[in-house]
T-cell receptor, first 113, second 113 residues
Framework: DAGVIQSPRHEVTEMGQEVTLRCKPI?????LFWYRQTMMRGLELLIY????????DSGMPEDRFSAKMPNASFSTLKIQPSEPRDSAVYFC???????????FGSGTRLTVV | SQQGEEDPQALSIQEGENATMNCSYK?????LQWYRQNSGRGLVHLIL?????REKHSGRLRVTLDTSKKSSSLLITASRAADTASYFC?????????????FGKGTTLSVSS
């Protein structure tokens, strides 16, 4: 099992550009989560999906952020247009249905200049 | 918003000593989990304790939960240099469709040899 796979590992982009982060969860996991980590705010839950359906997106900062899960093996988080304050490490995690621990990916370090 | 808060923010000990980290939370939970994050890496699940449990062990880890005080503690016994990492508590807020973990800001543990 390769674990949760995120790409790219690092992304440097200019302000105003579109950024797409990708995640492949563990096969068989029903839930997928996107988190953002910064020194100031810690780990923030952005959005999560159960069985490919978005359940709670109240953590998405604003309309510039969107997330999709077109099938059980793939999810994207898109920022358009990007701003310097979006610079952070973005983590994807997945878990089986029920009360289990999450498996996190290695994260995408996003820098917007 | 932050649900859990770890205490202390930073802890420095010598190898062989025990390390205790505390977590307080605000609202009712179904479960509480502890995670470890090494520098530049994703989070790794350590242990899960359900709201009807009071204590749980896993190797050198001991977790306690006091739902009346809304607090938990993580004890690492006989610490090693490899235990150097940030430790996060996360609480599961159950809803009809599933559980999304809310993370605290973490305790940074440094173990020197």
């Amino acid at each position: 099992d390769a674990g949760v796979i995120q790409s790219p590992r690092h992304e440097v982009t200019e302000m105003g550009q579109e950024v797409t982060l990708r995640c492949k969860p563990i096969s068989g996991h029903n839930s997928l989560f996107w988190y953002r980590q910064t020194m100031m705010r810690g780990l923030e839950l952005l959005i999560y999906f159960n069985n490919n359906v978005p359940i709670d997106d109240s953590g998405m900062p604003e309309d510039r952020f969107s997330a999709k899960m077109p099938n059980a093996s793939f999810s994207t988080l898109k920022i358009q247009p990007s701003e310097p304050r979006d610079s952070a490490v973005y983590f994807c995690a997945s878990s089986p249905k029920g009360y289990y621990g999450y498996t996190f990916g290695s994260g995408t370090r996003l820098t917007v200049v | 918003s932050q649900q859990g808060e770890e205490d202390p923010q930073a802890l420095s000990i010598q190898e062989g000593e025990n390390a205790t980290m505390n977590c307080s939370y605000k609202t009712s939970i179904n479960n509480l989990q502890w995670y470890r994050q090494n520098s530049g890496r994703g989070l790794v699940h350590l242990i899960l304790i359900r709201s009807n449990e009071r204590e749980k062990h896993s190797g050198r880890l001991r977790v306690t939960l006091d739902t009346s005080k809304k607090s938990s503690s993580l004890l690492i016994t006989a610490s090693r240099a490899a235990d150097t990492a940030s430790y996060f508590c996360a609480t599961g807020l159950a809803n009809q469709a599933g559980t999304a973990l809310i993370f605290g800001k973490g305790t940074t543990l440094s173990v020197s040899s």
